[in-house]
């Protein structure tokens, strides 16, 4: 079973600034199937991105993934109000789903 | 406009079984794997089970094999989670989740589960 580490667990910054999230997989995970959520309180998950690098329709491009093999990463270039939030990855393989622990992005 | 909408959670007790429903709307059903995910109080996003298409192929977690049966019902445009032998670790909620090809498109709002004596 491929296990997804998130971190930080927390990230404390403030409005304007850039935010890195990193997602570790224990081995290497195919990049199309590495996806990003952004869940905020008493809602249900959102969907950011796919295939590790990209944005579904309607996301901002302020939003932005990348990585391969084991290392991915989620960018929020300058966070909006709106963005603080917890943000989990997820791969997919032989048909079940994994994800990780997520990473809160708080003010 | 895509829509899911859960139904059936509530409140039993250890042992006991439900059965959750995930009506969906505004995109052909029949042609997409469907998900189930769970989030106990305050933790993570657990994958729970997946069903193929045409229900031809089903997976689970380790956690639920056995207990849990997912199905669908393509002319209803509805997807199920029968839970039974329910366990005071089962308390969570319950998401439905459309698989698009390469994440989880489309998501339900959630139906809570409280196992509880």
């Known amino acids: 079973e491929i296990v997804l580490t998130q971190s930080p667990r927390t990230l404390s910054l403030s409005p304007g600034e850039r935010a890195t999230l990193s997602c570790r997989a224990s081995q290497s995970v195919d990049s199309g199937y590495l996806a990003w959520y952004q869940q905020k309180p008493g809602q249900a998950p959102k969907f950011l991105i796919y295939?590790?690098?990209t944005r579904t329709t309607g996301i901002p491009d302020r939003f932005s993934g990348s990585g391969s093999g084991t290392d991915f990463t989620l960018t929020i270039s300058r966070l909006e109000p709106e963005d603080f939030a917890v943000y989990y990855c997820?791969?997919?393989?032989?048909?079940?789903?994994?994800f990780g622990g997520g990473t809160k992005v708080e003010i | 406009e895509v829509q899911l909408v859960e139904s059936g959670g509530g409140l039993v007790q250890p042992g006991e079984s439900l059965r959750l429903s995930c009506e969906v709307s505004?995109?052909?059903?029949?042609?997409?794997?469907m998900h189930w995910v769970r989030q106990a109080p305050g933790q993570g996003l657990v994958w729970v089970s997946g069903i193929k298409n045409d229900g031809s192929s089903t997976t689970y977690a380790d956690s639920v094999k056995g207990r849990f049966t997912i199905s669908r019902d393509n002319a209803r445009s509805t997807l199920y989670l029968q839970m039974n032998s329910l366990r005071v670790e089962d308390t969570a909620v319950y998401y439905c989740?459309?698989?698009?090809?390469?994440?989880?498109?489309?998501w339900g709002q959630g139906a809570l589960v409280t196992v509880s004596s």
């Open positions: 295939a590790a690098s």
């Open positions: 997820q791969q997919y393989v032989n048909s079940a789903l994994t």
């Open positions: 989740g459309l698989w698009g090809g390469g994440a989880l498109d489309h």
């Open positions: 505004g995109i052909r059903f029949r042609q997409f794997w």
